[in-house]
């Protein structure tokens, strides 16, 4: 008998062995009757073909979750630059617009 360790250090082959399986698998519930079967379930192969199945099965869920988890695009940082020098007013302007808002301001 071959085990989960086994088939997950050795994937290709439990894709293999899955592969065939689910089809051998079918063939047995056609086939066999109902006692039989249980007992090709519990033979070497039955466990063999169901270790190779379900280590199958576990690694492309967890490719698949690991795809979704990476972002598609690589993210990059955006960068910060000092907006142009004539979006920003200037130091002396911003003190002329003070002086004429107070001179508005004030009583005459």
């Known amino acids: 008998m071959k085990t989960a360790t ?15 399986c ?9 086939t066999l009757s109902p006692g039989d079967y249980q007992e090709w379930q519990i033979s070497n192969e039955g466990v063999n073909c169901q270790t190779a199945l ?7 869920v967890r490719e698949l979750v690991l795809k979704q988890s990476r ?7 955006p960068k910060v630059s000092a907006p142009p ?7 002396r302007d911003r003190n002329d617009q003070k002086l004429s808002s107070s001179r508005t301001l004030a009583p005459v």
């Open 71 to 77: 972002p598609s695009v690589p993210v990059a940082t």
């Open 22 to 30: 689910k089809l051998l698998d079918e063939q047995k519930v056609r």
């Open 54 to 60: 379900s280590v199958s099965e576990a690694a492309s």
């Open 85 to 91: 020098s004539s979006a920003v007013p200037s130091l």
């Open 6 to 20: 086994y088939y997950m250090q050795n994937l290709a082959e439990a894709r293999e062995m899955a592969g065939r």
